[in-house]
């Protein structure tokens, strides 16, 4: 029986090798793990496609350019310089979206990263000014704490951060940088934390109390 599966042309037993190890239990199990995740991407997919915003039903502000960054790479004619660009936008009533662009001239540069920033804009949840409760945002080596203040406060935070809290609508704050001070790491952190916030409904119903008592 060896001597008639060895016979057998390349592609056909390796066929059936591959059906013979898709039956054991463990490529089962892996098999049962990838239908979950699939699962778990298409009802994210779908949650996100109900939350698109449309930039151009928006009021939105003249963007804001975080950083620009000169690459050069060399080559046997000589340097060949490219620009990158951070850019934040908003309409300064909790929508903020954020985009980096890439060009070989610092305005192409910008005008796509303000295109990218208008496909990623999110709704974030503000009251009086400011957020609802303390929060921490992490992005990559960076970590930000935001924290609620009281009017005529003001923003109290370093440019990246500023740059967000201004374009979002977000009038007094107090914020902490904790770790790297790269400013796509910062903006990302920033945008990281008021997207984890749970509005004052959530937080009043999670404490059993009402919407005027949680903020004091």
Same mark, same amino acid.
């Given at each position: ?20 190890v898709m039956d054991t239990p ?25 939350? +698109? =915003? ?8 003249? $963007?804001? &350019?975080?950083?620009? !960054?000169?690459?050069? @790479? ?36 910008i005008q796509k990263g303000k ?28 970590r930000i704490m935001l924290k ?6 003001? +923003? =109290? ?8 809290? $201004?374009? &979002?609508?977000?009038? !007094?704050?107090?914020? @902490? ?40």
């Amino acid at each position: 029986m060896a001597k008639q599966w060895l016979k057998k042309p390349k592609k056909q037993k390796l066929l059936e090798l591959c059906l013979i190890v898709m039956d054991t239990p463990i490529m089962a199990v892996l098999k049962h793990s990838q239908m979950r995740l699939v699962k778990a991407v298409w009802n994210f997919k779908r949650e996100f496609d109900l939350a +698109i =915003i449309n930039p151009a039903e928006l009021d939105l502000q003249e $963007e804001t &350019v975080v950083k620009v !960054n000169r690459t050069a @790479k060399v080559t046997s004619r000589g340097k060949r310089f490219r620009f990158s660009a951070l850019v934040v936008v908003g309409d300064g009533k909790g929508h903020i979206g954020v985009g980096h662009g890439k060009a070989n001239e610092v305005i192409s540069a910008i005008q796509k990263g303000k295109e990218a920033a208008k496909q990623n804009i999110i709704k974030v949840s503000l009251v009086n000014g400011t957020i609802p409760h303390k929060i921490i945002g992490k992005h990559g080596a960076s970590r930000i704490m935001l924290k609620p203040a009281s009017p005529g406060t003001g +923003i =109290i935070a370093s440019s990246p951060v500023r740059a967000v809290m $201004e374009q &979002v609508g977000i009038h !007094n704050i107090l914020t @902490k940088r904790i770790g790297s001070k790269n400013a796509m790491n910062l903006v990302h952190a920033t945008v990281d934390a008021l997207v984890s916030m749970k509005d004052a409904v959530a937080i009043a119903n999670k404490r059993g109390i009402t919407i005027g008592e949680v903020f004091g």
